[in-house]
């Protein structure tokens, strides 16, 4: 275990090493995540102007939900994405060898391999999102709905993994699937509405073959609605099974892998 | 010409060769269409809009997607990497224009989706709500149709202006971004223009974003005098001449400044 902490930690220090090489770089796109933070505002902004209220959300709770999914676009964009992203192309020119022949898991190595920190203003922009959602509402979370929220959010970063994942080792039974990384990223853009958007049958497959509806919707109603314990227990079950789901098409898909002389 | 024919018929091959990356762009597009469709039926359902407005916003959705699937470009990224590793020379050297290229493998790839998604994407939505919506005359959808070959040539001067950044500077990818800001906010890919605030619906028109996907939808689904479509179709010509050329000012500065080795 300690082997894997450190290793994380060097993958950690050589994506931070990266940033301060080209610094240029990351002052750009620390520039393009403030944008999309603007954009995204806007858009709520425009659309909540015009409709008052998207599901049984009201201005301010929809507010809140932007603020936990920018808080989410950290794990999901500044890590998820980074990683992921060269798992396709390491597939189809036979590169995953790279991986493979190291003394450590390579599920572990392909999911921790970069890291990205101009995603940075995500977070604050997602913490000044939900203050402003909170101050709108007039209404204070307690200590209970708070830890509830820190939780959620936990099992949800662990359901987001497993959906991801599982969605990637797909390229592993393709020839070429390069743009398979953005599948789960345009799924986590629908995540942001409340399930209430949706008709009953899709409700359904939102909420447990595909939960992208329960990922940051319920971490955000964690603040301002009273805790559910059990949506809490569901969450992590379907985080679990994601999870195992994933790890058993990576294994079965390697099976099927040959190198390419890299 | 035959040059061209043959990139789009290699093009052609590559798209059905790699099947399932098709799938997953479908899938992409399919997916903010669903989610926004979903948000509309469910206004009316709660009586917050009519399902006049509901039917409106769906087919306009609709046709964002059309839209997009007809004219957009995709190339810039793997451009940018190219002149980025200096592998964009091998292209620079052989005897056809690489602007010409890029067009004949864009055009192919717009063919190519028109036939194999938009059928299925008919399925995915209320027809009953098109067909209230959509009023077709066969003047403005001449209309239309203009105004989508010269947004086709818009973005397709806009992004080739956006790889040729990376001439000067490594971080060019980030204009594509600016790109799609700029087009979900003055283009009305994102929402309808009528969302956003007065002042951003004067700027936008002042736009060539404005031709992109606001307009065409406009035509298709409200009556434009004539005297008005003439005046459209000719600032969009004049957008279109005006980014071909700019473009080919920066055309000529950016290879003048290429080096590569080894390539």
Not at chain 1, 131 to 149: A, H, R
Not at chain 2, 242 to 251: A, I
Request: glycine share 4%; hydrophobic share 55%.
């Amino acid at each position: 275990m300690n082997r894997y902490i450190r290793v994380l930690y060097k993958c950690l220090q050589l994506s931070w090493m990266k940033v301060m090489e080209y610094r240029v770089n990351f002052i750009t796109w620390t520039i393009v995540d403030i944008g999309w933070i603007l954009m995204d505002f806007v858009f709520i902004s425009a659309l909540i102007s015009n409709i008052k209220m998207i599901g049984n959300w009201n201005q301010a709770q929809v507010i809140i939900g932007l603020g936990t999914f920018r808080l989410l676009v950290f794990p999901v964009w500044g890590w998820m994405f980074q990683s992921f992203n060269y798992l396709p192309k390491s597939i189809s020119e036979g590169k995953l060898d790279m991986y493979l022949t190291k003394p450590l898991d390579a599920q572990f190595l392909v999911s921790f391999r970069e890291f990205s920190f101009s995603i940075f203003p995500s977070i604050v922009g997602g913490l000044g999102f939900i203050v402003l959602g909170i101050s709108q509402l007039e209404y204070l979370p307690n200590i209970i709905q708070l830890i509830f929220f820190v939780g959620i959010t936990i099992v949800s970063i662990f359901l987001i993994y497993g959906i991801y994942f599982s969605t990637m080792t797909l390229v592993l039974y393709t020839d070429r699937l390069n743009n398979i990384a953005n599948i789960f990223t345009s799924l986590y853009d629908a995540s942001r509405f409340p399930k209430e958007i949706y008709g009953i049958f899709l409700q359904r497959i939102f909420t447990s073959i595909i939960p992208i509806a329960l990922i940051v919707v319920i971490p955000a109603e964690a603040l301002f609605l009273k805790p559910n314990w059990l949506i809490w227990v569901w969450m992590l079950m379907l985080a679990i099974t994601f999870n195992l789901v994933g790890r058993y098409l990576w294994t079965e898909g390697l099976k099927r892998y040959s190198s390419a002389s890299s | 010409m035959r040059k061209y024919w043959a990139f789009c018929k290699i093009t052609w091959q590559q798209t059905i060769a790699y099947r399932g990356e098709s799938i997953v762009w479908f899938i992409l597009e399919a997916i903010p269409m669903v989610y926004m469709m979903n948000l509309w039926i469910s206004l009316q359902k709660f009586g917050r809009i009519s399902t006049d407005t509901a039917g409106w916003l769906i087919t306009y959705q609709f046709l964002t997607l059309c839209i997009a699937r007809l004219t957009a470009h995709h190339f810039d990224d793997w451009v940018i990497d190219d002149i980025k590793d200096g592998s964009i020379s091998k292209n620079l050297l052989k005897p056809f224009s690489f602007k010409g290229y890029l067009m004949a493998n864009e055009l192919t790839w717009r063919i190519s989706g028109l036939i194999y998604l938009i059928p299925t994407f008919l399925v995915l939505i209320p027809v009953r709500y098109l067909l209230s919506t959509v009023h077709l005359q066969f003047q403005q959808l001449l209309f239309v149709i203009i105004l989508l070959i010269t947004s086709f040539f818009q973005r397709f001067f806009v992004s080739y202006m956006i790889t040729l950044a990376a001439y000067w500077f490594d971080q060019a990818s980030f204009l594509i971004h600016l790109k799609w800001m700029f087009e979900g906010m003055f283009g009305g890919a994102w929402l309808p223009i009528e969302f956003f605030p007065m002042w951003l619906r004067i700027v936008s028109s002042m736009t060539p974003f404005y031709f992109w996907f606001t307009l065409p939808i406009r035509g298709l689904i409200q009556p434009i005098p004539i005297s008005e479509q003439l005046i459209y179709v000719s600032v969009s010509i004049l957008w279109v001449l005006l980014l071909y050329v700019l473009s080919r000012f920066l055309e000529k500065r950016a290879l003048l400044k290429y080096s590569a080795t080894g390539n």
